[in-house]
């Protein structure tokens, strides 16, 4: 089972960028999905987090200006960042508590896309 994210890029400070995550692979299952961030020197952190049912849950710091949703049927996370600040800018990586069948729940993480947000 793979993470795959994709939708980093740069952009300019009030702007918009949208995340993607999709988990690839046979036969799994999906618990929890997650998008972290980690700025340069600094430890990583949990940006917003949701459910299998949607239920979601944010860091402050972005608390109304990110949104995080799911597609169950297609396996993937979405992040939409709206009025980005500088300090957004970091790595921002998924996380997935999957199961393979067959096997145990894991963490699992994708390859991290870099989001700058400057002028």
């Known amino acids: 089972v793979q993470l795959q994210a994709s939708g980093g890029g740069l952009m300019q400070p009030g702007g918009s960028l949208r995340l993607s995550c999709a988990a690839s692979?046979?036969?799994?299952?999906?618990?929890?999905m997650a998008w972290y961030r980690q700025a340069p020197g600094k430890q990583r952190e949990l940006v917003a987090r949701?459910?299998?049912?949607?239920?979601?849950n944010y860091a402050d710091t972005v608390k109304g200006r990110f949104t995080i949703s799911r597609n169950n049927a297609r396996n993937t996370v979405y992040l939409q960042m709206n009025s980005l600040k500088p300090e957004d800018t970091a790595v921002y990586y998924c996380?997935?508590?999957?199961?393979?069948?067959?096997?145990?729940?894991?963490?699992?993480w994708g390859q991290g896309t870099q989001v700058t947000v400057s002028s």
């Open positions: 949701i459910t299998p049912g949607s239920s979601t």
């Open positions: 996380n997935a508590d999957i199961r393979p069948y067959g096997s145990s729940w894991a963490d699992y």
């Open positions: 692979g046979s036969g799994f299952s999906i618990n929890a």
